[in-house]
């Protein structure tokens, strides 16, 4: 068992889940079906024992017709026990007719008697008379003095007034009868005794017909149980016990062909409770009938009634039918708790195992905010605090939007007024930590479900991504950068140049400039000092660049000692202006301790050329510079204009 329970335990929660489903399932299932089945079995329980009484009603009926019958023999007897008719009986032949008449009375108020006896006090009959022929038998005058009958010796121990019940034995006769007998006295000297013999079948009969049928079938059985009277007919056709189909020769032993009922019967003591035996499809009950007799013995019949199972059904059928209606719906019900048990069981484990990620995500290396749906911060893990440099009373409670940098701040507050409660998000986002510096961070937002309720909140977690986004901005200046001068390079001025001409696409009116920068006879630098104070020269170049413009204008390095300078939102006369302040500062200042000048040609934007066009413009015009002399700025509508003067900058040298 316990390993049972170990290996239930380590399953994966899904099998797990399928399996308390099934046992769920099929252990409610049996406990309806046991259910139902008790129900049915108290249903027909109480049918039967209902069918019982009623049974047992008739049986008393039938008692007490039998009691009211023998209540009437007795009478006859009386009468019959008349001494003058008995006297003469015995003593005069002549008396005959007489003693006929009186017995044909009898006859008349017992349909079912056989025949009508006169005995002698040997037992021997010494007149019979039989309804059919209606006439006397007098028996002739026997030696024997021998009984006919088997029971004799105990009829002589009948006293006066007493009426002596003897059920013959159908194994001797073909009508199983009854032999009713009673004592003539005359005076206190027995004379004999009267045997009036029924048929068990006709009285039986004219019982039932006086009680009626309904309900039970009647059966009169002998103390040795293996005689049946009465309605045994059905019994042996097997039309009410089709488990049970006697051999068709065979006598009809109810001992044997209901066994167990028959044990019942032999051990029923009398004053029991009602008993009721089932057998082959049939219940039984019965009714001890007791005839005493004193110093006979006792002489017990049992009045037996019976009932079908079938008959028990159809009265149970309404009833059953019921409870069937009630086997599916509690079926239906417990499938829904199965159902609902397991889903239970499934999301319970899937709470504790995210409670457990949670606690084991809590104690991660990076930093976690619990958030509630407005945004407020209800917890935060010790990363956090680390990262943050902040304590937890400075966090929580506190709106989340507010440790963000301004611009992540507008940014997200947008995304937040968005957020569906069930859907996640993730970004990069600056913090602000507790010394006021941005801290970057891929940030993660997703909704927090519990057992309770769909969204209690928001998980937030973030990755420190300061020296990853360090590495990225190096990276990106370096592809942008010159190495030497530190100024933007070629590919940067590339960018730069198509973003102003799509911006002055757009607006038209924003009018930018490009100024080209040459070191006049860099050569000789070079090859006068050598490469390396070339280097420093150029680097000085560069910075005086950098220093003379605005930052908003850019410096780049586009060739080896060539210098392109954008100038946005600058008018033509504004760029000259500037790159002739800074090409007089060459002039009058030594670069790198050495003394050059350089020459510029500068142009303008037209939104009607491109980026190629300006630069060729603006190129001519360096180079008209260089041509003119050195040391001097040209604009580029001079050299459209062909307008083109002897610069007087040689002058200001
Ligand atoms: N030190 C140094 N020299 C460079 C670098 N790039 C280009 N040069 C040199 O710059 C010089 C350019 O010479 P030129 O193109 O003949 O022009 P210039 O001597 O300046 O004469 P003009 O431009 O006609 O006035 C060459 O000697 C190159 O070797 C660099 O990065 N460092």
Redesign the pocket.
């Known amino acids: 068992m316990y390993t049972f329970v170990k290996i239930f335990f380590s399953l994966p929660i899904r099998i797990k889940v399928i399996l308390t489903f099934l046992l769920l399932f099929v252990l409610g299932l049996a406990a309806a079906f046991l259910h139902v089945k008790q129900a049915e079995k108290r249903i027909v329980d109480q049918v039967v024992s209902e069918q019982v009484l009623l049974t047992r009603q008739l049986l008393q009926v039938f008692e007490r017709q039998i009691t009211t019958r023998l209540q009437n023999l007795e009478q006859t007897t009386f009468l019959l026990s008349d001494l003058s008719i008995v006297q003469s009986l015995f003593n005069n032949d002549q008396t005959e007719g007489l003693v006929l008449d009186s017995f044909e009375n009898v006859l008349l108020k017992n349909p079912a008697t056989i025949s009508l006896k006169l005995a002698d006090l040997t037992g021997e009959t010494r007149l019979e008379v039989t309804p059919e022929k209606s006439q006397v038998y007098q028996t002739s005058n026997q030696e024997s003095r021998v009984s006919q009958y088997d029971y004799f010796p105990f009829v002589k121990q009948i006293s006066m007034n007493e009426v002596g019940l003897f059920i013959g034995d159908p194994d001797e006769y073909q009508d199983p009868h009854l032999d009713i007998v009673a004592p003539v006295y005359d005076g206190f000297l027995p004379m004999g005794y009267v045997i009036q013999t029924v048929s068990v079948n006709g009285f039986i009969n004219d019982v039932l017909r006086l009680i009626g049928k309904d309900g039970a079938f009647l059966l009169m059985m002998s103390q040795r149980a293996n005689y049946l009277f009465g309605e045994d007919a059905r019994l042996q056709a097997g039309k009410q016990s089709p488990a049970f189909e006697p051999a068709p020769s065979s006598p009809f032993k109810f001992s044997q062909a209901f066994p167990n009922t028959w044990q019942g019967i032999q051990l029923l003591v009398k004053g029991k409770p009602d008993p009721v035996w089932s057998e082959h499809g049939l219940y039984f009950t019965v009714h001890p009938l007791e005839i005493e007799f004193d110093n006979v013995g006792l002489y017990q019949s049992w009045l037996l009634a019976y009932f079908s199972e079938e008959k028990v059904l159809v009265l149970a059928a309404p009833q059953l039918e019921g409870l069937h209606t009630r086997f599916i719906i509690i079926s239906i019900v417990i499938v829904i708790i199965a159902c609902f048990l397991s889903w239970w069981m499934y999301r319970h484990s899937m709470m504790e195992e995210l409670s457990f990620m949670a606690q084991a995500a809590m104690q991660s290396m990076s930093p976690i905010i619990l958030l509630d749906l407005n945004q407020n911060i209800i917890k935060v893990n010790n990363e956090c605090l680390k990262v943050m440099g902040m304590s937890i009373r400075d966090l929580c409670g506190q709106r989340f939007s507010s440790f963000l940098n301004e611009e992540d701040r507008i940014a997200f507050e947008r995304m937040w007024q968005q957020l569906s409660c069930d859907s996640s998000w993730k970004g990069e986002l600056r913090f602000v930590d507790a010394q006021g510096r941005d801290v970057e961070g891929l940030f993660q937002l997703f909704p927090l479900e519990s057992s309770k309720s769909k969204n209690q909140g928001y998980v937030g977690s973030w990755m420190d991504i300061r020296e990853q986004k360090a590495l990225e901005r190096r990276l990106r200046s370096l592809t942008i950068t010159d190495a030497?001068t530190g100024c933007k390079n070629r590919r940067y001025y590339d960018h730069q140049v198509t973003g102003l001409f799509s911006n002055l696409k757009r607006h038209p009116d924003q009018t930018f400039c490009m100024a080209l920068a040459?070191?006049?006879?860099?050569?000789?630098v070079?090859d006068e000092f050598g490469?390396d104070v070339?280097?420093e020269v150029?680097q000085a170049f560069a910075a005086l660049l950098e220093q003379e413009t605005r930052t908003l204008d850019v410096v780049c390095r586009v060739g080896?000692?060539e210098f392109a300078i954008l100038l946005p939102n600058t008018q033509l006369k504004d760029a000259l202006m500037v790159v002739e302040r800074v090409r007089k500062m060459v002039a009058a200042f030594p670069l790198a301790g050495h003394d050059i000048t350089c020459s510029f040609g500068v142009a303008e934007s037209n939104p009607a050329t491109d980026e190629d066009d300006l630069y060729k413009s603006a190129d001519n015009a360096l180079y008209l510079a260089?041509e003119n002399g050195?040391n001097q700025v040209i604009s580029s509508s001079k050299v459209v204009q062909g307008t083109f003067e002897p610069p007087s900058s040689q002058s200001a040298r």
């Open positions: 030497l040459d070191i006049d006879h860099f050569k000789h070079n490469h070339g280097d150029l080896g000692e260089k050195r």
